[in-house]
């Protein structure tokens, strides 16, 4: 994955509260055996209707979703997240989230920020008046602005998911980062127990 330090840009505020992983990714995509393509899912259902906040054209290309609380409940469906950052997001903000959703995010490289929920509103308002009001979100200082607001607050994020983050590490990156150690230990087991083949 790709490291993460400073996400700037418009934001999408998405109204809706309790939206669960099948909202975010219905469940005829699961079929797809790719990890890419899903942005096209993204809320599927949902874009059918033509006064869907993602199929209006002033929030084309916008980095940073603004979601109601309670945001990724459900199943723990990968796709949902991959959904998300194929479609073009590179965070969640939202006075809530559920932790298997939060977790794989933070895995996959989707930043999410748990802020108040009177700040989510607000800044909610402030798109739906001015989608050209810019979001920043500092992963290494932990702080999310919003200058035309005058918002400029902490979140929390504990360091092993900033580190993970700010090095772009998911699961395979932190396990390689022990490569030197894994093969020591490789060269020095028994030659009649099971081995790694090495080319």
Do not use: C
């Not at 992963?139 to 998911?161: K, M, S």
């Amino acid at each position: 994955m790709k490291a993460v330090r400073v996400i700037a840009g418009r934001g999408v505020p998405l109204v809706r509260s309790d939206v669960d992983t099948d909202q975010i990714i219905p469940s005829d995509w699961l079929k797809r055996v790719e990890r890419t393509g899903f942005g096209a899912g993204l809320f599927s259902e949902w874009r059918e209707n033509s006064d869907f906040v993602l199929n209006q054209e002033r929030y084309a290309g916008a980095k940073v979703l603004v979601a109601g609380p309670s945001f990724g409940t459900g199943s723990s469906r990968e796709h949902a997240v991959w959904a998300l950052q194929d479609y073009g997001f590179d965070a969640v903000l939202s006075s809530r989230f559920a932790d298997i959703f939060r977790n794989n995010s933070f895995k996959i490289g989707l930043v999410t920020v748990e802020l108040p929920q009177d700040l989510i509103e607000s800044i909610q308002q402030a798109l739906d008046d001015d989608p050209s009001v810019e979001i920043v979100i500092d992963v290494e200082q932990r702080r999310v602005a919003v200058p035309a607001l005058g918002i400029d607050v902490a979140f929390d994020l504990d360091d092993f998911t900033r580190h993970r983050l700010l090095n772009g590490l998911d699961d395979v990156g932190i396990t390689l980062q022990h490569e030197a150690e894994i093969a020591d230990f490789e060269a020095s087991r028994p030659t009649w127990m099971p081995a790694v083949e090495t080319h």
